[in-house]
Antibody, heavy 119, light 107 residues
Framework: QVQLQESGPGLVKPSGTLSLTCAVS?????????WSWVRQPPGKGLEWIGE???????NYNPSLKSRVTISLDKSKNQFSLTLISVTAADTAFYYC????????????WGQGPLVTVSS | DIQMTQSPSSLSASIGDRVTIACRAS??????LNWYQQKPGKAPKLLIY???SLQSGVPSKFSGSGSGTDFTLTISSLQPEDFATYYC?????????FGQGTKLEIK
């Protein structure tokens, strides 16, 4: 059973950088072709942030593309999210997910910590 | 981006009822439609993928149908643990997009 666990600061200052890491356990990160990040502002709906392929190829949501980087560290069985120039609108629960197959279908999710952007 | 619209936004039902939630895509997405259940304070859980395939471990009381632009999620014999928010999501094109959610509440 794959388990995902996000880690990183819960509070980020405006104009700062949000950085989260997702540790994968129960299986090798090489077991899935794609890994992804999804976020959810408190009380609102779900927004896909982006994904990374085993090869290192990435796809990002155009709405965030200029500010987002997703990276993969196979040696540590983890992948990471970096979001720069954050504002209060980036306050959300951030979920790392495993992608089922080749299409963006999310079959395993992390717990989704709340990251608050505030001074 | 493909827009996903769910109806209704909220729904009240009783224990034992059968309910249906609709999801419409702004363009044809073939059968590239997934359904998730989210309970308060928890991550979403995949229920149905490819419009009608039941995810492993999900009870058969959940079923999905549809293709093209119109899809439905049906939940039979509602139990207390089924009261949650349900989201549809298209996996047809990047970026994948979600519906706004349907909150299923106990009547």
């Amino acid at each position: 059973q794959v388990q995902l666990q996000e880690s990183g600061p819960g509070l980020v200052k405006p104009s700062g950088t949000l950085s989260l890491t997702c540790a994968v356990s129960g299986d090798s990160i090489s077991s899935s072709i794609w890994w992804s990040w999804v976020r959810q502002p408190p009380g609102k709906g779900l927004e896909w942030i982006g994904e990374i392929h085993q090869s290192g190829t990435t796809n990002y949501n155009p709405s965030l593309k200029s500010r987002v980087t997703i990276s993969l560290d196979k040696s540590k069985n983890q992948f990471s999210l970096t979001l720069i120039s954050v504002t209060a609108a980036d306050t959300a629960f951030y979920y790392c997910t495993k992608v089922k197959g080749a299409s963006p279908t999310f079959d395993y999710w992390g717990q989704g910590p709340l990251v608050t952007v505030s001074s | 981006d493909i827009q996903m619209t769910q109806s209704p936004s909220s729904l009240s039902a009783s224990i034992g009822d059968r309910v249906t939630i609709a999801c419409r895509a702004s363009q044809s997405i073939s059968n590239s439609l997934n359904w998730y259940q989210q309970k308060p304070g928890k991550a979403p859980k995949l229920l149905i993928y490819a419009a009608s395939s039941l995810q492993s471990g999900v009870p058969s009381k959940f079923s999905g149908s549809g293709s093209g632009t119109d899809f439905t999620l049906t939940i039979s014999s509602l139990q207390p643990e089924d009261f949650a928010t349900y989201y549809c999501q298209q996996s047809y094109s990047i970026p994948p997009t979600f519906g706004q959610g349907t909150k299923l509440e106990i009547k």
